[in-house]
């Protein structure tokens, strides 16, 4: 099949990056990328790049590019459907949090909704590729539907899944270690195979494209991101051990990270990981695990989730601790509220958490973060649904200015590694805050010797 259009149903974190990339290495493609959020899609044809919805290092300059050109954002689902021989579905499936599977299995409701408008649409032959991460065996669910709803169209179905870091997005893009895709073995699975390779050959080496079948693509993205989330609370859960004993983790993840069967990545202390993914897919991998009675397997991976939980939670309670047991009515500074750093999601950021159960203590948390906006912020903290808004807000406070936020403050609490944390005026600070001065440090960011040499009181993870 000749790909002269594509549609992107989702213009979300994955869909809008994604298709921006694809568009530039492919200027003779037209790519339309749609969702229903209209605020989301205006922001997008903003002429103001730095008013994109999703930052990203890198991605204004390629919207830049290949916008109005062959690149186009719309409300118009239908159309762009009807116009495309090749549907990426990018929505978002998050944990359900009701009827079976609750607080594990993923919530399929807007893929299958996709489904049925390519379906309800189509009127020509399509392939449709999954780019959300997606349980194994969705693609059998959206196949079906499709086959049965409209038998005059052949519909193709891939799995491509996708394997960006928030924060270098485009660079994985631009330079993947690995670009899979999945489908059916037969004539015209691989003939849809074939036509999602031809694309990615405009920019991606061939011998870094990886073909296998539809359910081993599945899969591979579920185990990949476990595989990362395993590591981080493998380390995250010698912190406390290191904390007892004197040791340093750093020194001990420099002397692990040099084993060339390990490798140094993701062996860095923290706060435990956050974003769309790492969680939601390991508890999709406990949820199928469960349900093939794999109990044993899902025992297993279930435990990274309750390390990365307990690591914050212990973060979070080392902070009244360390204030003499209560931290009612004092201010506590946040310096961070993304879930890492170049990104404004907060999807699963420990912030929200930490300062969930700071709150409950009855402390007032002041947050500076150079991405993430108030409202956000609120939005984040009310979806835990512990407290009403009106108890929230009375208890949270931002600051468009770090040394205002931190003004007045009886500890500091570093959440995400942005870098010009680094870079602050640490004496003034300090001439600012309540004594005792606390610092923690929840990345490991800060120079502890120079801290310590102002006056604070410093503690770190593992350290």
Avoid at 149 to 159: D, G, I, K, P, R
């Amino acid at each position: 099949m000749n790909i002269r259009t594509i549609c992107c149903i989702g213009a979300g974190y994955v869909g809008g990056p994604t298709m921006s990339v694809i568009a530039q290495k492919n200027p003779s493609i037209k790519v339309i990328v749609v969702d229903v959020n209209k605020a989301r899609i205006d922001a997008w044809n903003n002429e103001n790049l730095s008013k994109l919805p999703i930052f990203e290092p890198g991605l204004a300059e390629v919207v830049k590019e290949a916008r109005n050109r062959n690149l186009f954002f719309s409300t118009d689902v239908d159309s762009a459907i009807d116009e495309a021989e090749m549907i990426f579905i990018s929505v978002n499936t998050p944990t359900k949090t009701y009827g079976a599977g609750k607080g594990m299995a993923a919530d399929l409701q807007y893929v299958e909704l996709c489904a049925r408008q390519i379906s309800k649409v189509s009127k020509s032959d399509k392939i449709v590729v999954e780019k959300s991460t997606l349980p194994v065996k969705t693609a059998e669910a959206i196949k079906d539907i499709l086959a049965n709803t409209n038998t005059a169209v052949n519909f193709e179905v891939l799995s491509n899944p996708e394997f960006l870091a928030e924060g270098t997005a485009i660079q994985d893009l631009i330079d993947p270690d690995r670009v899979l895709i999945g489908g059916d073995q037969t004539e015209a699975g691989l003939n849809a195979i074939e036509a999602l390779v031809n694309i990615y050959t405009a920019w991606v080496p061939e011998d870094q494209i990886i073909t296998t079948n539809l359910w081993s693509s599945e899969l591979s993205k579920l185990t990949a991101n476990a595989f990362l989330a395993q590591r981080v609370s493998s380390i995250n859960a010698l912190t406390e051990l290191c904390e007892s004993t004197g040791a340093n983790i750093e020194d001990v993840a420099q002397a692990i990270g040099s084993d060339s069967r390990i490798g140094p990545k993701f062996l860095k202390a923290s706060l435990g990981f956050g974003g769309s993914c790492f969680q939601k897919d390991i508890l999709n991998l406990v949820y199928i695990c469960k349900s093939l009675g794999l109990n044993q397997a899902a025992d297993y991976w279930e435990q990274v989730v309750i390390m990365n939980n307990h690591q914050r939670n212990r973060f979070a309670h080392q902070i009244v601790k360390s204030l003499h047991g209560t931290v009612a009515a004092k201010k506590i500074g946040f310096l961070g509220w993304a879930f890492k750093k170049d990104t404004n999601d907060t999807r699963e950021s420990a912030a929200i958490y930490i300062a969930d159960i700071l709150i409950e203590e009855r402390a007032y948390v002041q947050v500076f973060d150079p991405k993430v906006t108030l409202l956000q912020i609120r939005s984040d903290l009310n979806g835990l649904n512990t407290r009403s808004e009106t108890e929230n807000d009375k208890f949270l406070v931002n600051h468009s200015d770090p040394y205002e936020t931190l003004n007045g403050t009886h500890a500091i609490a570093v959440i995400t590694e942005w870098d010009e944390f680094k870079s602050y005026d640490w004496p003034k600070i300090y001439e600012r805050m309540q004594k005792p001065a606390f610092v923690f440090d929840g990345r490991n960011i800060l120079d502890q010797k120079k801290l310590e040499s102002i006056g604070f009181i410093y503690q770190s993870i593992g350290r």
